[in-house]
């Protein structure tokens, strides 16, 4: 009965959000259904007894409690501001993140205090100009708000709830920016992005471009500095996904690792991957994205270790189930946490279940578990992209199963090199040389794959109720039994 409870629990609050994303709900509507469902789940506790009663009671109740959740974070842009979009404004704030390098500009977000009203803004400032985390600054400029846009693959992207999500309401561009005092940050946030800086220093001293800037995003997830032609090569082969904070490039290294200490204890295997995870979020800085792929990383690692995937299950749930509880936004408008959660469960559940396809790849170093994996991870992905994207690749499994399995110990090299080069400049260079042949051939293969015609095709308008349906097919065959029993059991 706890498990029953616990997942209708769990699917009842994500329901409850997901509907209020699209769809609002009143308050008092709200509220009034809370004290109605509590008052039917200590009915059917008390009185009647029933489970099926108590199940649907439940349900209803996290329902509404998912919705009032969304409410509560719902919060409307301030008056004070709002009177002022379109204007020229001049206001005091703070950089509360790490500066975001692009390849023409660089991103600032700014916290905006002006009495008892908060906000934030993002900026547009030149690369010119040097600002670190935590500075306070005077700015000039237009305010104004953002707007959604249509994609080189014509897909509308929904810029202003994209920003909203992390409680962005405003934008300026290239204002007039003056730098009052620095160090004004978080102490423990400030170190960790003063030590990811001189990291990538250190590995753009040792490894020439266009290869370091592939290692700082395998690394760091830094793929900002990538000019268009090359992160439209990742984007064409479908492997983009190797420079971003996901929790799959993360596991395959952690697992990698954990191979590679096979021959010692257990519990070393076990440290050394929870270690490169931890030294993964650490290194990029501690962000929310970051650690959500550590999570979801940890997760995997640790189904494929005890081969229990009914454990996992629920702490992957109960994972996902906290992350939209502490922000409701990134279930529907956050690609990076849906493309983790996805991915993450094909490795725990559907790799398992392809790897007897792959007998022939040989098993020394994991690399059978990598080419499974990868296959796993990109047929699930892959109608979620279809649909938010709307690339499809058609080399992206030749090309993924060329290049994953020298991704770990590419990665790996990377932060050998980084480290190598706070302690001493000279084993930096050498390791930096062996990481630069590992770093060309990946750079190779992919632009080998996406110079090959019709190596993806845009499909602007792949239907959501196609996309519905794959991964209902996806869920009733992996879970189908489960369900099932489920169902069943509650019924006796």
Known sequence: MQDRVFYTTCFGFIIGVLLRSFIFINLYFTLLFLVISFAFIIFFIFISKNKW???????ILVFFIGIFRFYMVDVSAPSVFESHVGEKVSLSGKIIDEPNIAENN???????????????????ANLSE???????????GILKKPENFITDQGKEFDYINYLRKDGIFYIINYPKIEVISHGNGNFIKSALFYAKEIFLNKINLAIREPESLLMSGLILGEKSSFDESLRQSFVDTGTIHIVALSGYNVTIVAEWIMKFFSSFPKNIGIGAGIF?????????GGSSTAVRAGIMASLALFARLIGRNYDVTRALILAGVVMVLINPFVLVFDVSFQLSFIATVAVIFFSPKIEKYFLWVTPRLGLRDIVSVTCAAYIFVMPFILYKMGNLSLVALPANVLILPFIPPTMILGFLTGFAGVIWYVPAIILGYISYFFLHYELAVISFFSNIPFAALTIPNFPFIFTLLIYLYFIYRLFGKSIKKFFSETQE
């Open 106 to 124: 660089q991103k600032l977000t700014v916290e905006i205090q002006d009495g008892k009203n908060k906000t934030e803004i993002l900026m547009s």
């Open 276 to 284: 490169a995870i931890l030294l993964f979020v650490l290194m990029t």
């Open 53 to 59: 009663g108590i199940i649907v009671s439940v349900f």
């Open 130 to 140: 040097d600002y670190k985390y935590g500075d306070n600054i005077n700015f000039e």
